[in-house]
């Protein structure tokens, strides 16, 4: 995969003084991301993939650390740095504000309904890859770079206690990831959604299999 | 799970001048290697299980960060600090040696060869460990702690390149995971392991189809 929006990416990546991609959002999610992108619309009526394809390419532009104060503002903040890349890339004029709207809406924390099919195909396809086993991967990887434990030894299933998903990335799972099936907007979305729930709930009891044995 | 040396690990990890335990060597990592040495020691003809919890309890009692030079000196501190605090706790004196042994044996990196049944259960115990659904939240968990990327998104599997567990969480799988098995000296511990690589196997497969589907 290789496009000018990926090169005005790696540029832009390359120069930016925030801390960069962390390794859940970084130019392989970007691939899985598009990846999802095309399987979600070839089963809807002729989104416009030129307008996704800058929408993806530039969703986590500007990245916030998972544990900012200001995270929720990152997906306004890569909607308005990506409009002059994208127009510098040629996406046309009168696309650029779709494109800033898918940007922007895709955000869970951003809490901006998506307005057009095609911020709805890229919401899904960005909350898709925090599904399933890249799901499980990633979240694992973000909660070690934060310093979070794996979960509560007293409690791994939160059963006797509130959930705490800044303590104990297994809480994680509870708290967000696999409420997302319900969320999705496109039926092949939640179809695929679906699927990668079940997909962790069978890894999560076979990890209490693991460690409370008996 | 409480005991003396619980009580003797906590102090002394709460007035360690190192880092203390990382996400894949915590009070839970010792819980699962308790487990699994009972697992283990079940099909074992009378294993000395007070040797075997004073061993597991202080096997990581010196941590030293994944990245650090002298990590293969780790279980050769940590079987040198455990002989006062075991013998504090009451351990018999008859027994220290041989609980060091097991401690400074149970490490990968050191490569020092188990002599007793009780080395070779902890051994068994501790890379049972790194296998598994648990074996995947660590390995993710820790590869995120050192900032590594999940994958090689040019080449995941590194079929044409040197693997390089340092730059790619994944290719860990390879470099190690995926061989403890054979490195495996009890019955049970053989047993488990296999299991656990295979449930990995499939994992990798998933996540594979996932990343590049189609």
New interface residues.
């Given amino acids: 995969m290789s496009c000018p929006f990926e090169a005005a990416l790696a540029d832009y990546w390359g120069a930016a003084p925030d801390p960069g991609p962390d ?2 959002h ?3 999610h970007i ?2 991301v598009w ?1 999802n992108v095309q ?1 979600i619309a070839a089963e809807e009526p002729a989104p416009d993939m030129e307008l996704l394809r800058a929408a993806c390419v530039f969703h986590d532009l500007v990245s916030l650390p998972k544990d900012a104060p200001n995270r929720s503002d990152a997906s306004r903040l890569s909607a308005e740095a990506a409009r002059p890349l994208a127009r510098s890339c040629g996406l046309p004029e009168a696309k650029l504000g779709a494109m800033a709207h898918a940007i922007e809406a895709h955000s869970f924390s951003a809490g901006i309904p998506p307005r057009t099919r095609e911020a709805e195909i890229l919401q899904d396809a960005d909350r898709l890859d925090a599904l ?3 799901g ?10 934060l ?5 509560d ?1 007293e409690d791994p299933l939160a059963r006797a206690r509130p959930l705490d998903d800044t303590a104990f ?1 297994l809480d994680h799972f509870e708290t967000k990831l696999l409420k997302l099936p319900a969320t999705m907007r496109t039926e092949a979305g939640r179809r695929l959604a679906e699927t ?1 729930a079940a ?1 962790m709930r069978d ?1 999560l009891s ?2 209490m299999r ?5």
Avoid: N, Q
């Fill in positions: 390794p859940a970084d130019m392989a691939a899985r990846a399987a399933g086993a890249i499980i991967a990633r979240m694992f990887a973000v909660s070690g770079s310093g979070r434990a794996l979960y030894p990335a990668r997909y890894f076979r990890l693991e460690i409370e044995p008996g």
